[in-house]
C-alpha cells in the first residue's frame, strides 16, 4: 500500500480493506448536495490521476455523503453561468472528458454506490462506472436541458448506450427523473438495495473482486471496454486473444491452475 494521504475538502478519500486494495471515494459537498464544484473536480482527477498508477488500488467506490442527502446532484450551475464559448469547450474537454477516461481506462473496477440523487453531472459520472448499484432513495436523470444546454460530461453519448436508444430520448427531451425500479427495468442500474443495505452489497461485491487474480480482473476490464468498440466481431476477439496469449504467461494462471487440480484455495499475487 503506497503513501499517499491527500487531505482534500470536497472528496474523503479512503482506503479499505486488509490491505487499503479498495478505494472508496466521497463527494462530500453537503450544502450543495454534493455538486461538483470547481475544487471537487480538481480534488477528483488527482485522486484518479494517482490510482491510475497505483498497483495497490484494485477497485474503486464513487459516492455521496449521506449528508449531502444525494449521490451527486450535477454541476455548480453558477460556475456554468459564467462559461465562455473556449471556456465551456475546456470545461467540457479537460475537465468532463478527463475524468471519465480515467474512470473508464483505469484498468480497476468502478462500482457507483448511489444513495440519492443522481442527476445532470452526477449521473454522468455513474455512467462512467463499471456498474452501478443504488439505493431506494435514489433517482436518476439529465436535467440540463432544463437550462438550455445538453449534457455535456458524456450523458449525451454513454445514457443511449447504457440503455435503449428511445428511452434514452425520452429521459433526456423530458429532462425525465426516474427512480430506482425504472433504472433497474431498462437497465441503468445492476441492482437496488434498500438504504441500509447499499454499503454492505457493494463491499461484498468488492470482496468478490478482490478475490480474483489481479491481472486477469485488469485484462477483463480492457478487453471488455475495447472489444466493444469494434465493428468487427474477429477485431474484438483478436484483442481477447492477445490479452489471453498474455495472461497464460504470469505467475496467477500458473497459481490458479495448479490450485485447481490441488483441489486448494489459491493465492493470487497479481504476477
Request: hydrophobic share 40%; proline share 5%.
Amino acid at each position: 500500500m503506497t503513501e499517499y494521504n491527500p487531505n482534500f475538502k470536497y472528496l474523503i478519500y479512503e482506503r479499505k480493506g486488509t490491505n487499503g486494495e479498495a478505494l472508496w471515494l466521497t463527494m462530500n459537498n453537503p450544502l450543495m448536495k454534493n455538486a461538483l464544484n470547481e475544487p471537487m473536480q480538481l480534488e477528483l482527477i488527482e485522486a484518479l490521476e494517482h490510482t491510475l498508477n497505483d498497483n495497490s488500488i484494485r477497485c474503486v467506490v464513487l459516492t455521496g455523503s449521506p449528508e449531502g442527502g444525494a449521490f451527486c446532484a450535477g454541476g455548480d450551475i453558477s460556475l456554468l453561468n459564467k462559461l465562455n464559448n473556449l471556456d465551456g469547450y475546456d470545461y467540457s474537454y479537460h475537465r468532463g472528458n478527463h475524468i471519465q477516461h480515467l474512470f473508464t481506462y483505469m484498468e480497476k473496477p468502478v462500482i457507483a454506490a448511489v444513495n440519492g440523487y443522481c442527476l445532470a453531472g452526477g449521473l454522468e459520472l455513474a455512467l462512467c462506472a463499471d456498474f452501478i448499484y443504488a439505493s431506494e432513495k435514489a433517482s436518476f436523470g439529465l436535467m440540463e436541458i432544463n437550462l438550455g444546454v445538453l449534457a455535456g460530461w458524456g450523458g449525451m453519448t454513454r445514457l443511449p448506450r447504457k440503455i435503449p436508444v428511445n428511452r434514452a430520448k425520452e429521459m433526456i427531451y423530458t429532462a425525465e427523473l426516474i427512480k430506482p425500479d425504472e433504472a433497474l427495468r431498462i437497465g441503468l442500474v445492476n441492482k437496488v438495495f434498500a438504504p441500509d443495505e447499499l454499503i454492505p452489497a457493494v463491499e461484498k461485491a468488492i470482496a468478490a473482486i478482490l478475490s480474483k487474480p489481479p491481472l486477469a480482473v485488469r485484462a477483463a476490464k480492457t478487453v471488455i471496454n475495447d472489444g466493444i468498440t469494434c465493428d468487427s466481431i474477429q477485431a474484438a476477439q483478436t484483442i481477447e486473444r492477445a490479452m489471453n496469449m498474455w495472461l497464460v504467461n504470469t505467475e496467477d494462471f500458473k497459481e490458479g491452475t495448479a490450485s485447481f487440480l490441488e483441489k486448494r484455495k489459491p493465492e493470487f499475487k497479481g504476477k
